[in-house]
T-cell receptor, first 110, second 112 residues
Framework: DGGITQSPKYLFRKEGQNVTLSCEQN?????MYWYRQDPGQGLRLIYY???????QKGDIAEGYSVSREKKESFPLTVTSAQKNPTAFYLC?????????FGPGTRLTVL | DAKTTQPTSMDCAEGRAANLPCNHS???????VYWYRQIHSQGPQYIIH???NNETNEMASLIITEDRKSSTLILPHATLRDTAVYYC?????????????FGGGTRLMVKP
């Protein structure tokens, strides 16, 4: 089946460690996005990529990094520079007018 | 980006129509109105979008006012599974990949 997968669903890390969140899509979409959601709030854009080997910062890119070496994959690294990394992270891809979202990864930094 | 304003929360009785309003008074002529919903701890789900005309699909209807400054999402027969946060979004038409900007949304509670 076509879709977007994110793994893992829940992730725990110690403070000061870098952690990479996976996002894979087999929809053949060019554009992919990473959002962060905090409790009771809307989504905020971290990074996006319109094509392979290209990506742009969103509204809250500080403390995060991404890569886009393959069309299907857009991993997000949460670095130790991110001051408050505990959140729900959503990956999305886009075709035409519609964005398709993955199931999300809930990251908790202890 | 045109901003949107939605009520923070709404209740609806099961089986009745849920009418969710959204104000977007600064919308530009080439911007679409999108509706997504998010059920707790899941990714947002696309519902419907429109430019000027009213739209209907298997999930909902979208009514856009003639001046396009507001819209209403209608769930004709709400069920308990429709309990979610509903986001009204105005699409940014730019070189930035047409990304969507999400606000706080309306928390719809469907009650039996």
């Amino acid at each position: 089946d076509g879709g977007i997968t994110q793994s893992p669903k829940y992730l725990f890390r110690k403070e000061g460690q870098n952690v990479t969140l996976s996002c894979e899509q087999n929809l053949n979409h060019d554009a992919m996005y990473w959002y962060r959601q905090d409790p009771g709030q809307g989504l905020r854009l971290i990074y996006y990529s319109q094509i392979v080997n290209d990506f742009q910062k969103g509204d809250i890119a500080e403390g995060y990094s991404v890569s886009r070496e393959k069309k299907e994959s857009f991993p997000l690294t949460v670095t130790s520079a991110q001051k408050n990394p505990t959140a729900f992270y959503l990956c999305a891809s886009k075709l035409g007018n519609e964005q398709f979202f993955g199931p999300g990864t809930r990251l908790t930094v202890l | 980006d045109a901003k949107t304003t939605q009520p923070t929360s709404m209740d609806c009785a099961e089986g009745r129509a849920a009418n969710l309003p959204c104000n977007h008074s600064t919308i530009s002529g080439n911007e679409y109105v999108y509706w997504y919903r998010q059920i707790h701890s899941q990714g947002p789900q696309y519902i419907i979008h429109g430019l000027k005309n009213n739209e209907t699909n298997e999930m909902a209807s979208l009514i856009i006012t003639e001046d396009r400054k507001s819209s209403t999402l209608i769930l004709p027969h709400a069920t308990l599974r429709d309990t979610a946060v509903y986001y009204c979004i105005v699409r940014v038409a730019s070189n930035a990949g047409n990304m969507l900007t999400f606000g706080g949304g309306t928390r719809l509670m469907v009650k039996p």
